[in-house]
Every structure is written in C-alpha cells, then in structure tokens.
C-alpha cells in the first residue's frame, strides 16, 4: 500500500520527470523516448520499461528501453501489427492505462444480475484479468506482470475536431508479480499527457 507521503513523493517524482521532459530540445524524438523510459523505471520499479512506436503500416517498434542488466535488449526490435490487434489498440484510446499485476492469477468470475440485458462491459476496467493469449505471450517475454500506458498526440485538426491518435505505447514489465497502488499510476499517466505533447 502506497501512504499519502507515498503518495506526494510519487507526484513530485512525475513533475520532476516532465519539468525534465520540457527542458529537452524540441525535435529530438530519441532523446525524449530515453528520458521518459528512464523516469517510468524509476517511478514505477519495473524491471524493464519500453517506448514502443507504431509505424505508418501499424507495425511497432521498441524505440528506447530502460532495463535490469540481466535482461536481453528489446531495443531496436520490430512487431507485427497483429501483435496488438487494432480492438486493443482502440481501448488503449479509451482507457489509457491498463496494469496487469500477475499474468497466472486465476481470474476472479465477475457475477452480474440476471436482470441485466446486456453483459456487464469492463472496458474502463484497468484491473481485469488478462485475456488468455496475452497472458501466454507475457509468459513467453519472461514477464509475469505489465503496466501499459498509451501515448496520445494530437495529429491535426478534421473539420473542427481534434484528431487524437494512438503514438505507441510505454510498457512496463516485471519477472514477478508487481501491483503499482493508483496514486503512482495516475502520476505515470499525468506523465504520459506530457509525453504526448
């Protein structure tokens, strides 16, 4: 559990990392993927962070990477776009954090009322369980738990309305069970909004 003095020190923590992120010269994409990999480690602890751009053809990339030493380099590696299927791509927009803490807890059955017409929709939910292929593609990277954090940017105007679109992705991954309390996640996504500036 995070404490309220945890809590603030986590909030200091992110202001520092985006005054830092504002004093980098403009234009230097590189530079500013190296500096917010770094500052999510050190908020958040994870083993390995990952800046993770899409492509124009959807394909991604690790473009910088702040890691444990023992771990092999991601960086520089390319996905397929099929690796994140554009329905996931599209909750990321909705729901901009997503953390799974343990990718092999078994799964809590979510009880709803019989009376309900519709399923229960967990969308907003940033803690439910994991569905059961990515769990295995987690297993498979050595990684037992996640935190995903989207970055937005804004790409335009279109008659009037802004155009947000989905940048890539930070990814933080654990070897252990790791549950990150809100108040560290919501200083890592007030961290985001700054990236995507």
Excluded at 102 to 111: E, W, Y
Aim: hydrophobic letters at 40%; a neutral charge; glycine letters at 6%.
């Amino acid at each position: 559990a995070l404490s309220i003095a945890g809590a603030v020190q986590s909030q200091k923590l992110a202001v520092r990392a985006i005054s830092r992120l504002q004093s980098l010269p403009g234009g230097d994409i590189k530079l500013l993927c190296d500096t917010v990999v770094h500052h999510v480690r050190e908020l958040t602890g994870y083993d390995r962070v990952m800046v993770y751009k899409f492509h124009e053809d959807e394909h991604g990339e690790v473009v910088a990477e702040s890691k444990r030493d023992d771990l092999e380099p991601y960086a520089g590696l390319h996905y397929p776009a099929t690796d994140i299927p554009q329905a996931s791509r599209f909750l990321f927009k909705q729901n901009r954090v997503r953390m799974i803490s343990d990718c092999h807890a078994k799964p809590v059955q979510v009880i709803q009322d019989p009376a309900l017409i519709q399923p229960l929709c967990l969308v907003g939910s940033t803690l439910r369980a994991p569905h059961g292929c990515h769990a295995h593609y987690m297993a498979n990277m050595g990684s037992i738990a996640s935190l995903v954090m989207a970055v937005i940017i804004n790409a335009g105007e279109e008659e009037g309305v802004q155009n947000m679109k989905l940048w890539g992705l930070v990814v933080c991954h654990h070897t252990s069970p790791r549950c990150i309390p809100f108040p560290l996640r919501y200083a890592c996504e007030f961290l985001m909004q700054a990236f995507g500036l």
